[in-house]
């Protein structure tokens, strides 16, 4: 099972909608086939498996990391591949979070008279797949805030001067995350700003959706990350306060689109993130600035955090990472779970979860393993 969860994570950022998955086919104690999902469209990660196992599959046991589908959706069901190769057991991580279709998997490799086992390594299991399952039980995309701060708090010196506040390695990560993320979110403030691409730089990279939230549409016409990226549009995103003239002006940019939601002034944040989810986006970047993020976590939108602090000291009236977080009472302030702390590219870098991690009713693991 372990092997199977690393190889799906090798298709990670690239099977959205779809959750990663990895099989492994066992059969007298040697690997005889596997495979991943690499990407939404293609096959599972099951046929995968069985083909590289072929023959060998009949009497094997396959590991999955995720139940096995039994619904025809744009690929035929995996537990029909499995029943069909002749597969005797199957160990499964995961149940499917989905309600509409968690446990149909796992009753019909039974009903064929397979032994099936699951919750080996559901913990990890569900960590590689936060994104697909927040995204299936809520209808919300998993949202992780990163950001770059000075010890003393700051993104920025009080003349606006942020670059760079961390280390070379550490924005060469943060481009591993914008290959990996489906959009990229900042604030039209940090537009102004910085004038930032917000692409990725990585050599075989993909660009995530840059969306910008500007409920005036302030930003200029001729900012950087207008520009069309070969791999996915530029959208922004405003209010009944925008400009139609401007607007027009700006759907007629390539790789460029407008969503004016019927508010007047403020965008309607979580009404956004569920249209995100229904265009098939589910992971979002949000990168700035601190006004947005600090409402989008008063609002519980934002799952994660990843800052990289700087083992530098800027004072004065520098802006703060989360501005727009107002909380007034420190036993209401929020406290980060399952926090990891490391300094490999020389700034401290701090991950944690804002809310509960783990997987709700569809997602409980049924071990009935010894």
Not at 8 to 33: F, H, W, Y
Not at 100 to 114: C, D, M, N, P, T
Not at 137 to 154: E, I, N, Q, R, S
Not at 317 to 342: F, K, R, V
């Amino acid at each position: 099972m372990k092997r199977a969860l690393d190889l799906a994570v090798k298709a990670m950022g690239r099977t959205s909608p779809n959750p990663l998955v990895g099989c492994v086919i066992v059969k007298d104690e040697q690997v005889v086939g596997e495979g991943y999902h690499l990407q939404a469209g293609t096959p599972h990660a099951e046929v995968h498996a069985l083909a590289s196992a072929g023959e060998k599959a009949r009497d094997a046991t396959a590991y999955v990391t995720l139940e096995p589908c039994s619904h025809f959706g744009r690929t035929p069901p995996c537990a029909e591949a499995l029943i069909g190769a002749g597969i005797i057991r199957v160990v499964v991580a995961m149940k499917d979070p989905n309600p509409l279709v968690s446990g149909r998997g796992i009753a019909r490799l039974r009903e064929a008279g397979i032994q099936v086992d699951v919750g080996l390594m559901f913990s990890e299991a569900s960590i590689i797949n936060e994104v697909f399952v927040k995204a299936i039980t809520t209808g919300l995309p998993f949202v992780v805030y990163k950001t770059a701060m000075t010890l003393d708090g700051k993104i920025a010196t009080e003349t606006g001067d942020s670059r760079w506040v961390s280390t070379e390695v550490s924005r060469q990560y943060v481009h591993k995350l914008r290959d990996r993320y489906d959009v990229i979110l900042v604030g039209s403030e940090t537009v102004m700003l910085d004038d930032p691409a917000l692409t990725c730089r990585l050599p075989s990279g993909r660009d995530p959706v840059r969306l910008i939230i500007d409920g005036q549409l302030r930003l200029a016409e001729n900012a950087q990350v207008l520009t069309a990226s070969v791999h996915n549009p530029c959208i922004i995103v405003t209010t009944q306060a925008a400009s139609q003239e401007k607007i027009d002006r700006l759907k007629l940019l390539v790789g460029v689109e407008v969503w004016q939601y019927k508010t007047l002034r403020h965008v309607p944040l979580e009404k956004l993130l569920r249209d995100l989810v229904r265009r098939s986006w589910t992971s979002v970047l949000l990168e700035g600035g601190g006004r947005l993020a600090g409402t989008l976590i008063q609002d519980q939108l934002v799952d994660k955090i990843e800052f990289f602090i700087a083992p530098k000291l800027v004072g004065g009236m520098g802006p703060s990472p989360l501005s727009g977080l107002h909380i007034q009472c420190m036993a209401e302030a929020i406290t980060l779970q399952d926090l990891h702390i490391d300094m490999y590219s020389g700034d401290l870098h701090v991950t944690g979860y804002l809310h509960q991690k783990g997987c709700d009713n569809p997602n409980e693991p049924i071990t009935e393993m010894p």
